[in-house]
Protein backbone atom coordinates (compact mmCIF):
# COMPACT_ATOMS: atom_id res chain seq x y z
CA UNK A 1 0.00 0.00 0.00
CA UNK A 2 1.26 3.86 -0.41
CA UNK A 3 1.96 5.53 1.83
CA UNK A 4 1.54 9.35 3.15
CA UNK A 5 2.75 11.49 6.02
CA UNK A 6 -0.18 13.24 7.57
CA UNK A 7 -0.11 16.47 7.72
CA UNK A 8 3.59 18.16 7.41
CA UNK A 9 3.64 16.92 11.53
CA UNK A 10 2.17 13.93 11.79
CA UNK A 11 2.70 10.34 11.14
CA UNK A 12 3.67 8.22 8.16
CA UNK A 13 0.94 6.02 7.64
CA UNK A 14 -1.04 3.35 4.60
CA UNK A 15 -3.04 5.78 2.98
CA UNK A 16 -6.16 3.75 3.62
CA UNK A 17 -6.92 3.07 7.18
CA UNK A 18 -9.71 0.82 9.33
CA UNK A 19 -12.48 2.53 10.93
CA UNK A 20 -13.08 0.34 14.35
CA UNK A 21 -16.73 1.77 15.18
CA UNK A 22 -19.01 -0.53 13.59
CA UNK A 23 -17.25 -3.58 15.12
CA UNK A 24 -18.77 -2.78 18.31
CA UNK A 25 -21.57 0.16 17.73
CA UNK A 26 -24.22 1.87 15.89
CA UNK A 27 -24.29 -0.57 12.87
CA UNK A 28 -25.82 -4.26 12.42
CA UNK A 29 -23.71 -6.89 13.81
CA UNK A 30 -21.59 -4.94 16.05
CA UNK A 31 -20.75 -6.41 19.16
CA UNK A 32 -21.48 -9.95 17.79
CA UNK A 33 -18.23 -11.50 17.22
CA UNK A 34 -15.07 -10.23 18.54
CA UNK A 35 -12.79 -12.39 17.80
CA UNK A 36 -13.80 -12.00 13.43
CA UNK A 37 -13.55 -8.50 14.77
CA UNK A 38 -9.52 -8.74 16.00
CA UNK A 39 -9.07 -11.28 13.37
CA UNK A 40 -9.80 -8.35 10.35
CA UNK A 41 -7.38 -6.20 12.71
CA UNK A 42 -4.59 -8.60 12.72
CA UNK A 43 -5.05 -9.03 8.95
CA UNK A 44 -5.55 -5.17 7.91
CA UNK A 45 -1.62 -4.66 9.29
CA UNK A 46 -0.73 -7.74 7.45
CA UNK A 47 -1.83 -5.44 4.41
CA UNK A 48 -0.15 -2.89 5.30
CA UNK A 49 -2.83 -0.66 6.80
CA UNK A 50 -1.41 1.33 9.78
CA UNK A 51 -4.03 3.93 10.77
CA UNK A 52 -6.35 2.43 13.32
CA UNK A 53 -9.74 4.81 14.18
CA UNK A 54 -11.61 4.14 17.28
CA UNK A 55 -13.32 6.41 20.05
CA UNK A 56 -14.28 6.32 23.60
CA UNK A 57 -17.76 6.34 23.05
CA UNK A 58 -17.22 3.47 20.55
CA UNK A 59 -19.85 1.35 23.20
CA UNK A 60 -18.79 3.28 25.05
CA UNK A 61 -15.33 2.07 25.94
CA UNK A 62 -15.99 -1.51 24.21
CA UNK A 63 -13.88 -0.19 20.96
CA UNK A 64 -10.86 0.72 22.39
CA UNK A 65 -10.30 -1.82 24.84
CA UNK A 66 -11.50 -4.82 21.48
CA UNK A 67 -8.25 -2.53 19.49
CA UNK A 68 -6.27 -2.92 22.64
CA UNK A 69 -6.68 -6.25 22.95
CA UNK A 70 -5.71 -6.60 19.51
CA UNK A 71 -3.21 -4.90 19.14
CA UNK A 72 -0.99 -5.87 22.68
CA UNK A 73 1.68 -7.76 20.62
CA UNK A 74 1.74 -5.49 17.89
CA UNK A 75 1.73 -1.69 18.97
CA UNK A 76 4.89 -0.67 17.31
CA UNK A 77 3.17 -1.61 14.15
CA UNK A 78 0.29 0.63 14.39
CA UNK A 79 -1.34 4.28 14.88
CA UNK A 80 -3.68 4.95 17.34
CA UNK A 81 -6.53 7.32 16.35
CA UNK A 82 -8.81 7.76 19.19
CA UNK A 83 -11.30 10.43 20.18
CA UNK A 84 -12.51 12.48 23.20
CA UNK A 85 -15.65 14.87 24.30
CA UNK A 86 -18.46 13.69 23.26
CA UNK A 87 -18.95 12.37 26.86
CA UNK A 88 -18.92 13.92 30.15
CA UNK A 89 -17.06 12.37 32.74
CA UNK A 90 -18.82 14.27 35.51
CA UNK A 91 -22.21 13.78 34.66
CA UNK A 92 -22.01 9.81 34.47
CA UNK A 93 -20.79 9.83 31.01
CA UNK A 94 -24.11 11.90 29.79
CA UNK A 95 -23.88 12.44 26.13
CA UNK A 96 -22.88 15.52 24.70
CA UNK A 97 -20.00 18.13 23.53
CA UNK A 98 -18.30 18.84 26.28
CA UNK A 99 -14.09 20.22 25.71
CA UNK A 100 -13.16 21.37 29.17
CA UNK A 101 -9.86 20.39 30.15
CA UNK A 102 -10.79 18.28 33.47
CA UNK A 103 -12.88 16.42 30.61
CA UNK A 104 -10.10 15.96 28.76
CA UNK A 105 -7.66 14.65 30.87
CA UNK A 106 -9.98 11.94 32.43
CA UNK A 107 -10.62 10.79 28.81
CA UNK A 108 -7.08 10.27 27.79
CA UNK A 109 -6.32 8.30 31.00
CA UNK A 110 -9.43 6.44 30.33
CA UNK A 111 -7.80 5.96 26.82
CA UNK A 112 -4.28 4.91 27.48
CA UNK A 113 -5.61 2.00 30.10
CA UNK A 114 -8.24 0.69 27.87
CA UNK A 115 -6.08 0.50 24.80
CA UNK A 116 -2.96 -0.88 27.15
CA UNK A 117 -0.34 1.80 25.54
CA UNK A 118 1.90 4.65 27.23
CA UNK A 119 0.61 7.11 24.33
CA UNK A 120 -1.51 7.26 21.87
CA UNK A 121 -0.92 8.59 18.17
CA UNK A 122 -3.72 11.14 17.30
CA UNK A 123 -6.38 12.31 19.58
CA UNK A 124 -9.15 14.16 18.54
CA UNK A 125 -11.69 16.07 20.01
CA UNK A 126 -14.79 14.00 18.63
CA UNK A 127 -17.14 17.48 18.65
CA UNK A 128 -16.21 20.89 19.07
CA UNK A 129 -18.20 21.84 22.71
CA UNK A 130 -20.01 25.58 21.92
CA UNK A 131 -19.27 26.35 25.64
CA UNK A 132 -15.37 26.09 26.37
CA UNK A 133 -13.31 27.88 23.88
CA UNK A 134 -11.26 25.97 21.54
CA UNK A 135 -8.32 27.40 22.96
CA UNK A 136 -8.91 26.19 26.43
CA UNK A 137 -9.04 22.19 25.14
CA UNK A 138 -6.09 22.67 22.49
CA UNK A 139 -4.03 24.39 25.31
CA UNK A 140 -4.54 21.18 27.49
CA UNK A 141 -4.09 18.64 24.61
CA UNK A 142 -0.82 20.89 23.91
CA UNK A 143 0.41 19.96 27.59
CA UNK A 144 -0.71 16.10 27.11
CA UNK A 145 1.48 16.10 23.83
CA UNK A 146 4.67 17.53 25.81
CA UNK A 147 3.36 15.07 28.69
CA UNK A 148 4.43 12.65 26.39
CA UNK A 149 0.69 10.87 26.53
CA UNK A 150 -0.25 11.62 22.75
CA UNK A 151 1.80 12.62 19.79
CA UNK A 152 0.06 14.74 17.96
CA UNK A 153 -3.92 16.18 18.00
CA UNK A 154 -7.06 16.54 15.67
CA UNK A 155 -10.38 17.79 15.23
CA UNK A 156 -13.55 16.01 13.94
CA UNK A 157 -16.20 18.14 11.83
CA UNK A 158 -14.63 21.35 12.96
CA UNK A 159 -15.41 24.98 11.14
CA UNK A 160 -12.45 26.87 9.17
CA UNK A 161 -12.54 28.91 12.11
CA UNK A 162 -12.38 26.85 14.20
CA UNK A 163 -9.37 24.65 12.65
CA UNK A 164 -7.62 28.28 12.14
CA UNK A 165 -8.11 28.87 16.38
CA UNK A 166 -6.87 25.55 17.10
CA UNK A 167 -4.12 25.64 14.78
CA UNK A 168 -3.23 29.35 16.39
CA UNK A 169 -2.36 27.86 20.00
CA UNK A 170 -0.47 24.26 18.25
CA UNK A 171 -0.34 22.34 15.02
CA UNK A 172 -3.34 20.28 14.30
CA UNK A 173 -2.20 17.21 12.79
CA UNK A 174 -5.16 16.34 11.46
CA UNK A 175 -9.13 17.17 10.18
CA UNK A 176 -12.02 14.10 10.86
CA UNK A 177 -14.13 14.96 8.22
CA UNK A 178 -17.42 12.82 6.56
CA UNK A 179 -16.31 12.88 2.84
CA UNK A 180 -17.09 10.63 0.02
CA UNK A 181 -18.90 10.44 -3.49
CA UNK A 182 -22.12 10.79 -0.92
CA UNK A 183 -20.44 13.42 1.10
CA UNK A 184 -18.90 16.20 -0.94
CA UNK A 185 -19.19 19.07 1.88
CA UNK A 186 -15.45 18.94 2.65
CA UNK A 187 -14.98 20.55 -1.14
CA UNK A 188 -13.90 24.12 -0.71
CA UNK A 189 -13.56 26.03 1.83
CA UNK A 190 -12.90 23.02 4.34
CA UNK A 191 -9.85 21.28 2.43
CA UNK A 192 -8.54 24.78 1.19
CA UNK A 193 -7.95 25.64 4.79
CA UNK A 194 -6.09 22.15 5.91
CA UNK A 195 -4.34 22.48 3.07
CA UNK A 196 -2.95 25.77 3.30
CA UNK A 197 -2.53 24.99 7.02
CA UNK A 198 -0.65 21.82 6.04
CA UNK A 199 -3.38 19.73 8.33
CA UNK A 200 -3.68 16.12 7.26
CA UNK A 201 -7.29 15.18 5.96
CA UNK A 202 -9.20 12.11 6.99
CA UNK A 203 -12.21 11.31 5.56
CA UNK A 204 -15.14 8.81 7.67
CA UNK A 205 -17.18 6.91 6.47
CA UNK A 206 -15.52 7.13 2.83
CA UNK A 207 -17.99 3.96 1.79
CA UNK A 208 -21.34 6.36 2.45
CA UNK A 209 -21.83 4.29 5.61
CA UNK A 210 -22.08 1.30 3.47
CA UNK A 211 -24.35 2.67 0.87
CA UNK A 212 -21.63 3.14 -1.96
CA UNK A 213 -20.97 -0.67 -1.68
CA UNK A 214 -24.28 -1.18 -3.29
CA UNK A 215 -25.42 -4.04 -0.72
CA UNK A 216 -28.03 -1.74 0.93
CA UNK A 217 -31.30 -1.39 -0.64
CA UNK A 218 -33.69 -1.33 2.26
CA UNK A 219 -33.78 -0.35 5.45
CA UNK A 220 -34.87 -4.02 6.52
CA UNK A 221 -31.76 -5.26 6.07
CA UNK A 222 -30.71 -3.27 8.87
CA UNK A 223 -30.94 -4.27 12.49
CA UNK A 224 -33.46 -2.04 14.75
CA UNK A 225 -30.62 -0.50 16.62
CA UNK A 226 -28.99 0.38 13.61
CA UNK A 227 -27.96 4.39 13.10
CA UNK A 228 -28.65 4.66 9.75
CA UNK A 229 -32.57 3.83 10.68
CA UNK A 230 -32.99 6.54 11.57
CA UNK A 231 -30.05 8.68 8.79
CA UNK A 232 -32.39 11.06 6.55
CA UNK A 233 -30.51 9.78 3.41
CA UNK A 234 -32.02 6.35 4.26
CA UNK A 235 -35.56 7.23 4.70
CA UNK A 236 -38.51 6.82 2.41
CA UNK A 237 -38.17 8.43 -0.64
CA UNK A 238 -34.88 9.54 -0.25
CA UNK A 239 -33.85 5.66 -0.09
CA UNK A 240 -34.88 5.41 -3.67
CA UNK A 241 -33.70 8.42 -4.62
CA UNK A 242 -30.15 7.83 -3.46
CA UNK A 243 -29.66 4.24 -4.91
CA UNK A 244 -28.65 6.06 -8.36
CA UNK A 245 -26.35 7.34 -6.88
CA UNK A 246 -24.97 3.46 -6.24
CA UNK A 247 -25.91 2.96 -9.71
CA UNK A 248 -23.77 5.44 -11.46
CA UNK A 249 -20.67 3.83 -9.34
CA UNK A 250 -21.91 0.51 -10.15
CA UNK A 251 -21.22 1.80 -13.89
CA UNK A 252 -17.80 2.75 -13.75
CA UNK A 253 -16.80 -0.75 -11.90
CA UNK A 254 -18.21 -2.66 -13.99
CA UNK A 255 -15.97 -1.16 -17.09
CA UNK A 256 -12.99 -1.79 -15.02
CA UNK A 257 -14.07 -5.31 -13.40
CA UNK A 258 -14.06 -3.63 -9.46
CA UNK A 259 -16.53 -3.56 -6.85
CA UNK A 260 -18.75 -0.28 -6.33
CA UNK A 261 -16.97 0.22 -2.94
CA UNK A 262 -13.67 0.29 -4.91
CA UNK A 263 -14.69 2.97 -6.82
CA UNK A 264 -16.03 4.80 -4.48
CA UNK A 265 -12.27 4.79 -2.70
CA UNK A 266 -10.25 4.93 -5.64
CA UNK A 267 -12.23 8.19 -6.51
CA UNK A 268 -11.47 9.88 -3.00
CA UNK A 269 -8.18 8.44 -3.10
CA UNK A 270 -7.52 10.88 -6.61
CA UNK A 271 -8.70 13.90 -4.77
CA UNK A 272 -5.64 14.54 -3.56
CA UNK A 273 -2.08 12.39 -1.76
CA UNK A 274 -3.03 14.01 1.39
CA UNK A 275 -6.11 12.11 2.00
CA UNK A 276 -6.46 8.66 4.05
CA UNK A 277 -9.51 7.63 4.14
CA UNK A 278 -11.17 5.34 7.08
CA UNK A 279 -13.55 2.84 5.68
CA UNK A 280 -14.82 0.67 8.20
CA UNK A 281 -15.67 -3.16 8.19
CA UNK A 282 -15.84 -6.19 10.35
CA UNK A 283 -14.93 -8.18 7.65
CA UNK A 284 -11.81 -9.71 6.23
CA UNK A 285 -13.20 -9.95 2.99
CA UNK A 286 -14.18 -6.19 2.40
CA UNK A 287 -11.32 -4.93 3.98
CA UNK A 288 -8.90 -6.74 1.07
CA UNK A 289 -11.61 -5.24 -1.40
CA UNK A 290 -10.96 -1.61 0.59
CA UNK A 291 -7.53 -2.18 0.34
CA UNK A 292 -6.93 -3.02 -3.16
CA UNK A 293 -9.01 -0.13 -3.75
CA UNK A 294 -4.85 1.51 -3.69
CA UNK A 295 -3.81 0.68 -6.83
CA UNK A 296 -6.86 1.31 -8.80
CA UNK A 297 -5.97 4.05 -11.14
CA UNK A 298 -9.17 6.23 -12.66
CA UNK A 299 -8.74 7.82 -15.78
CA UNK A 300 -9.94 11.17 -16.18
CA UNK A 301 -13.23 10.82 -17.54
CA UNK A 302 -14.32 8.31 -15.30
CA UNK A 303 -13.12 10.47 -12.58
CA UNK A 304 -15.33 13.88 -14.00
CA UNK A 305 -18.19 10.97 -14.70
CA UNK A 306 -18.21 10.22 -10.71
CA UNK A 307 -17.46 13.42 -9.85
CA UNK A 308 -20.45 14.94 -11.75
CA UNK A 309 -23.24 13.07 -9.89
CA UNK A 310 -25.72 15.27 -8.26
CA UNK A 311 -25.73 15.34 -3.82
CA UNK A 312 -27.79 12.45 -2.00
CA UNK A 313 -31.53 13.40 -0.93
CA UNK A 314 -31.13 13.72 2.68
CA UNK A 315 -29.23 15.44 5.50
CA UNK A 316 -26.29 13.05 6.95
CA UNK A 317 -27.10 13.21 10.31
CA UNK A 318 -31.10 14.04 11.54
CA UNK A 319 -29.94 17.18 13.39
CA UNK A 320 -26.69 19.29 11.61
CA UNK A 321 -26.28 21.24 14.88
CA UNK A 322 -22.87 19.48 15.96
CA UNK A 323 -21.00 19.52 12.86
CA UNK A 324 -18.84 21.88 11.13
CA UNK A 325 -19.08 24.48 14.18
Known sequence: MKKITLGTNGPEIGRIGLGLMGMSAFYTGAGTDDAAS???IHCAIDLGVTLFDTAEMYGPYLNETLLGSAIADRRDDVVIATKF???DHANGDAYGAIGTPENTRISIEGSLK?????HI?????????PNTPIEDTVGVLAELIVEGKIRGYGLSEAAPATIRRAHAVHPVTALQ???SLWTRDPEGEILDTVRELGIGFVPYSPLGRGFLTGTIRSVEQLDDGDFRKANPRFAGDNLEANIRIVEQVDAVASEIGAKPGQVALAWLLAQGDDIAPIPGTKRISYLEENVAADAIELTAAQLATLSSISAPAGDRYADMSSVNR
Open 121 to 129: DLYYQHRMD
Open 114 to 118: RLGTD
Open 38 to 40: VAT
Open 85 to 87: GTL
Open 177 to 179: TEY
